[in-house]
């Protein structure tokens, strides 16, 4: 799905207290965004062994089998996230050391649909150092000039978890780079100028990092925002996302495409972007407020429009039952929202307020009651009708209690 986004953004807004130490992760490789060179990442979960095999097939295994970093599993464990038969939900480990704003997270394998788990998440804290002044003057690197955007990803993978495996690790990093030029925009109170001064790195020029060039002004007849800076960033980085993944599939690195749900928090405003058939929700006092909206390829003139939602976080005094539920089709295709909402209320108030484990435990029983229990040579919900089959992962990001919103 995410590769047929480059036709879902041609109408696109071009280029949202103290941050914390900026993250260790690599710039982007072989893409035109990458400028400079920084530590690698932490290696993901390891692949398991396959025996002897073409190149090719060690390249499909090793890029199909891996799992989110953050879930630390072991060689045993990622044995036990393979298996279909006992299709065992997947959680991070409870040592202390939680997600970002204390998010929930829970994923379990299909019942046989594809040979491994094609779905694939992120979860980061992002630093966004500005590339330059709003002047257009050179701007010497300093820590306490930048941005911190906090980052959700779910990837769901077709034909294939490769394109999903490198979504989850890419996509981040190109919202990053969208965001350099923005900067000291989004820091200023004012109104953002119709138009930012041309750099060297224009769009059309050897140098196609920057968003912004010579001819970067908005029409006079739409409102600029904050808001929709930050919105048209998001989309260009799905752009460049679709573009760097076609390349990879050209030259047979990458296999299958992915649905992509994004959730970027920053500066008191959550922002959403969904391509494909996942979902994200906010349950709030009961209410539910969708923030996404599925479509498919024959949907073309909606997901112009219905790409990126945004929350403003800071008109509304949350609880910590407040919550933002992301999930792949393998919840949705079985459970509805209002099951979700009865759900949280049902898990969250078997939790004190402040126990930061609530959201784990919430991600787990929404994904332990998608998949049912093995019964019937099949996988049963309580009232027997068949539960889901495909892989299914769900984050459950707090809009209030542990999240801190400065």
């Given at each position: 799905?995410?590769?047929?986004?480059?036709?879902?953004?041609?109408?696109?807004?071009?280029?949202?207290?103290?941050?914390?130490?900026?993250?260790?992760?690599?710039?982007?490789?072989?893409?035109?965004?990458a400028?400079?060179?920084?530590?690698?990442?932490?290696?993901?979960?390891?692949?398991?062994?396959?025996?002897?095999?073409?190149?090719?097939?060690?390249?499909?295994?090793?890029?199909?089998?891996?799992?989110?970093?953050?879930?630390?599993?072991?060689?045993?464990?990622?044995?036990?996230?393979?298996?279909?038969?006992?299709?065992?939900?997947?959680?991070?480990?409870?040592?202390?050391?939680?997600?970002?704003?204390?998010?929930?997270?829970?994923?379990?394998?299909?019942?046989?649909?594809?040979?491994h788990?094609?779905?694939?998440?992120?979860?980061?804290?992002?630093?966004?150092?500005?590339?330059?002044?709003?002047?257009?003057?050179?701007r010497e690197?300093?820590?306490?000039?930048?941005?911190?955007?906090?980052?959700?990803?779910?990837?769901?993978?077709?034909?294939?978890g490769?394109?999903a495996?490198?979504?989850?690790?890419?996509?981040?990093?190109?919202?990053?780079?969208?965001?350099?030029?923005?900067?000291?925009?989004?820091q200023?109170?004012?109104?953002?100028?119709?138009?930012?001064?041309?750099?060297?790195?224009?769009p059309?020029?050897?140098d196609?990092?920057?968003?912004?060039?010579p001819?970067?002004?908005?029409?006079?007849?739409?409102?600029?925002?904050?808001?929709?800076?930050?919105?048209g960033?998001?989309?260009?980085?799905?752009?460049?996302?679709d573009?760097?993944?076609?390349?990879?599939?050209?030259?047979?690195?990458?296999?299958?495409?992915?649905?992509?749900?994004?959730?970027?928090?920053?500066?008191?405003?959550?922002?959403?972007?969904?391509?494909g058939?996942?979902?994200?929700?906010?349950?709030?006092?009961?209410?539910?407020?969708?923030?996404?909206?599925?479509?498919?390829?024959?949907?073309?003139?909606?997901?112009?429009?219905?790409?990126?939602?945004?929350?403003?976080?800071?008109?509304y005094?949350?609880?910590?039952?407040?919550?933002?539920?992301?999930?792949?089709?393998?919840?949705?295709?079985?459970?509805?929202?209002?099951?979700?909402?009865?759900?949280?209320?049902?898990?969250?108030?078997?939790?004190?307020?402040?126990?930061?484990?609530?959201?784990?435990?919430?991600?787990?029983?929404?994904?332990?009651?998608?998949?049912?229990?093995?019964?019937?040579?099949?996988?049963?919900?309580?009232?027997?009708?068949?539960?889901?089959?495909?892989?299914?992962?769900?984050?459950?990001?707090p809009?209030?209690?542990?999240?801190?919103?400065?």
């Open positions: 799905m995410l590769n047929r986004v480059r036709s879902a953004v041609a109408h696109l807004v071009s280029s949202g207290g103290a941050p914390p130490p900026r993250p260790k992760s690599p710039d982007l490789p072989n893409a035109p965004l400028q400079t060179a920084a530590p690698p990442e932490a290696p993901r979960s390891p692949p398991a062994r396959a025996g002897s095999a073409a190149p090719a097939k060690t390249v499909e295994a090793r890029v199909s089998f891996s799992r989110p970093t953050f879930l630390q599993l072991s060689p045993g464990g990622l044995r036990r996230a393979d298996d279909h038969a006992g299709r065992a939900v997947q959680s991070p480990p409870d040592t202390g050391r939680r997600l970002p704003w204390s998010t929930g997270y829970a994923e379990v394998i299909n019942a046989g649909k594809s040979r788990n094609e779905d694939q998440a992120c979860c980061e804290v992002v630093y966004v150092e500005g590339r330059r002044s709003v002047s257009g003057a050179p690197p300093s820590q306490g000039q930048g941005l911190c955007f906090y980052y959700w990803g779910l990837f769901d993978g077709h034909a294939g490769g394109a495996e490198m979504a989850s690790r890419l996509l981040h990093r190109h919202i990053r780079e969208q965001l350099k030029d923005l900067v000291e925009i989004l200023d109170p004012l109104p953002p100028p119709l138009c930012l001064p041309s750099t060297p790195g224009a059309g020029s050897s196609s990092s920057h968003v912004v060039g001819q970067s002004c908005w029409s006079s007849q739409k409102e600029v925002t904050h808001e929709s800076l930050v919105v960033a998001i989309e260009n980085a799905f752009q460049f996302m573009e760097q993944m076609a390349r990879e599939r050209r030259g047979h690195q990458v296999e299958g495409g992915c649905c992509a749900l994004v959730v970027v928090y920053l500066l008191g405003k959550v922002y959403v972007a969904n391509a058939d996942s979902r994200a929700i906010i349950v709030r006092n009961g209410e539910i407020i969708p923030m996404s909206r599925e479509f498919t390829p024959e949907t073309e003139r909606q997901r112009l429009q219905l790409l990126v939602r945004v929350y403003d976080l800071t008109q005094e949350h609880c910590p039952d407040d919550v933002l539920v992301l999930g792949t089709d393998g919840l949705w295709d079985v459970t509805s929202d209002w099951e979700v909402a009865a759900t949280v209320d049902r898990v969250l108030s078997a939790y004190e307020p402040n126990d930061a484990s609530r959201y784990t435990a919430l991600a787990q029983a929404l994904v332990l009651g998608a998949r049912g229990i093995p019964r019937d040579r099949g996988w049963r919900l309580p009232n027997n009708k068949l539960g889901s089959g495909d892989d299914i992962s769900v984050f459950v990001i809009l209030g209690g542990p999240g801190s919103y400065s």
